[in-house]
């Protein structure tokens, strides 16, 4: 409700283009960014809706915990480049495209340039006024080590189908997993056993974060074996065992997810195709849109006179 396709077709209709040359630019000097992008998208969708809320720093006398300072963004990435996007787009269109919008189209193009799916994606998000602070994103986003019940639940808010569901965990075709968040699966586990990892990739796991490297945070594993491309390669990993989170490696034995996951594995159009409809669902939920909301001169800072 309220987003249209073609909303800049009149205000600034080069913007698709700027932030696809952006995006190209940016990803020429760190070809991890568009990984990046993607996540960012998720966890500002994910805390009081697509927003842009994630992109503000705090500052002056409101210097307030916000929500990047939560444990659950740990290992976000990237959301100066989307002020740089923002600073192409004001100087040819001035005032008229939110940093949520440019926001959702970097991840659009993210998904695209990294050999995935071309989603079109209806515009006319606004950016908002107030941020929430960090016990917000606590709440709201995932735990690391979230199984197949939360997982569903979370995407079923936002009208997503089962096969929705496990289409949009395919962003885990890209990028990589900090050892910081693999430290409850692969050294505290407190429901017993794993499931669904194949003891010399758990052995893989366990010789690339030692206990003792995740105190430092800085080392990673990838997300899957061809971690630049956006491709199905997930789903064939997730069902050889080589899931890295617990969510990656559950979703291959849940009867409710198994026989999704085994599809997508032989099926990359069909992974295509729903990927982009739920990618839709994503990036329009909580949208502020009309009024309501602002449209940022500065991503990061929120006026105080707005
Ligand atoms: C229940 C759902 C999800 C959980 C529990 C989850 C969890 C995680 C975790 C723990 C990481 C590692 C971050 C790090 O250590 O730096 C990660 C990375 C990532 N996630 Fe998710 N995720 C979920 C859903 C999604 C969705 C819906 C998207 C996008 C549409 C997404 C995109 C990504 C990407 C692209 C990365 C790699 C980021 C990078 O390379 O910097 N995830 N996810
Ligand atoms: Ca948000
Ligand atoms: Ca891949």
Request: proline residues 4%; contains cysteine.
């Amino acid at each position: 409700g309220g987003l249209s396709y073609g909303f800049y077709d009149k205000s600034c209709p080069q913007v698709e283009d700027i932030v696809r040359t952006g995006l190209q630019i940016i990803s020429l000097t760190d070809p991890t960014s568009p990984a990046a992008l993607l996540r960012l998208m998720f966890h500002d969708c994910q805390v009081q809706g697509c927003d842009a809320s994630i992109l503000v720093d705090a500052a002056g006398k409101k210097n307030l915990p916000l929500e990047m300072t939560s444990t659950k963004n740990f290992g976000i990435r990237k959301r100066e480049t989307i002020s740089y996007i923002k600073s192409m787009v004001e100087a040819v269109c001035p005032e008229q495209v939110s940093c949520t919008d440019i926001l959702i189209l970097a991840a659009r193009e993210a998904v695209a340039m990294s050999g995935g799916p071309w989603i079109n994606v209806p515009l006319g998000r606004r950016d908002s006024s107030s941020t929430p602070s960090y016990k917000l994103a606590d709440a709201s986003l995932p735990s690391a080590n979230i199984g197949v019940d939360g997982m569903l639940r979370i995407f079923a808010k936002k009208g997503m189908t089962v096969k929705e569901s496990v289409a949009i965990m395919g962003a885990h075709t890209v990028g990589i997993t900090h050892c910081f968040n693999l430290l409850n699966r692969l050294y505290r586990r407190e429901g017993g056993e794993a499931r669904g990892i194949e003891p010399g990739f758990e052995l893989f796991l366990k010789l690339s974060c030692p206990q003792e490297s995740l105190t430092t945070n800085s080392s990673f594993v990838l997300n899957d074996s061809t971690t630049l491309a956006f491709d199905n390669n997930y789903y064939i990993n997730a069902m050889e065992g080589h899931g890295v989170l617990r969510i990656d490696a559950e979703m291959s034995s849940d009867p409710r997810t198994a026989q999704i996951l085994a599809h997508f594995a032989v099926d990359q159009d069909d992974f295509f195709r729903t990927f982009s409809s739920a990618f839709v669902k994503l990036s329009s939920s909580g949208v502020l849109t009309g009024n309501q909301g602002v449209i940022r001169r500065r991503c990061n800072a929120i006026d105080e006179s707005s």
